[in-house]
């Protein structure tokens, strides 16, 4: 079909970093495939097949250990494919599911024992249409005792009225992608000095610093690895990391992975943060168990 869109590369460099043993991709996705797992009727786009052999290849040539797979909203509130993925990855994988706010109480249990460790809510307009809080709310109450925790997606301009909504999520709560700051106005700049007061505002909220090829336009990302490695360094036990593959939407700029991997040295340039943003910290929250 020529209509569905390819957003990666299908030769990504292989990166210089070298990451340590163990490291987790903890923001990735799958797509389809589509004859096994159909995309939603919803979907803003309709991405060709980026199915987990491909994702496994990937993770095999960055040097990278696991995958935390992050429903894609192209499937909507349909989890099988991330479940697909989670289930043939022989225990490398965790995942990030969208539930619809009706779910019940054993759908979330077969979740949970499908390796689903957290639940999604998505407030960007252009990918979808409708998000309660309110609902979200209570999906957040309902999954306190399975020991998940809430991703939220959120753009920058919004953040303000955001605040009552994210305190009054009883999990632990992690930020997709430092939601979406203006990276231009470096790391003391509003965008960030107002994320950073939301991380100061509760010692359970992380975030994904994520998206270089998202966030920024300048020549080596230089403005992105600048503004967040302030980040990483004063939080440095509540951030992640991880590549976006298959970087939905992002078609007409498709970033190259092994320059995306490079850019964790720039954002934490001690042999200790990387162990803590690649190893320590998804650990913590994705394989617990793992942990002594």
């Known amino acids: 079909m020529t209509d569905r869109i390819r957003s990666w590369a299908d030769a990504p460099s292989r990166p210089r970093f070298t990451p340590p ?12 495939p589509m004859a096994q797992f159909p995309f939603s009727p919803k979907a803003k786009y309709l991405p060709q097949d980026a199915g987990p052999e491909m994702l496994f290849a990937l993770r095999r040539h960055l040097g990278l250990s696991r995958n935390v797979i992050v429903q894609a909203s192209c499937h909507g509130t349909d989890n099988a494919a991330t479940l697909h993925g989670i289930a043939v990855s022989n225990g490398t994988c965790r995942g990030v599911a969208v539930v619809d706010p009706a779910i019940d109480d054993s759908e979330l249990e077969r979740l949970h024992a ?9 407030f960007l307009k252009r990918l979808v249409d409708d998000a309660p809080k309110d609902k979200f709310l209570e999906v957040a109450h309902r999954i306190q005792h399975l020991g998940w925790h809430v991703v939220v997606y959120f753009e920058a301009d919004i ?10 999520i009883p999990t632990p709560i992690v930020i997709d992608h430092m939601g979406r700051p203006d990276v231009t106005q470096g790391p003391d700049g509003p965008d960030m000095r107002a994320f950073r007061r939301l991380l100061d505002s509760r010692p359970d909220i992380w975030t994904k610093v994520t998206c270089p090829d998202r966030l920024s336009t300048a020549p080596g990302w230089d403005d992105f690895a600048g503004a967040v490695a302030p980040l990483v360094e004063d939080y440095q036990d509540r ?12 078609e007409k700029s498709i970033p190259d ?4 991997t490079d850019m964790i040295p720039r954002i934490a340039p001690t042999a200790v943060l990387q162990h803590k943003l690649l190893v320590t910290n998804p650990m913590r929250l994705y394989w617990p168990e793992e942990l002594s």
């Open 257 to 260: 992975d092994g320059l995306i």
């Open 159 to 168: 953040l303000e009225e955001m605040r009552p909504f994210l305190a009054a």
């Open 114 to 122: 499908g390796g689903i460790r957290g639940v999604r809510f998505n």
């Open 21 to 32: 043993p163990g490291a987790v991709d903890a923001h990735c996705h799958v797509f389809g």
């Open 239 to 250: 951030v992640l990391w991880g590549t976006d593959w298959p970087h939905p939407n992002m």
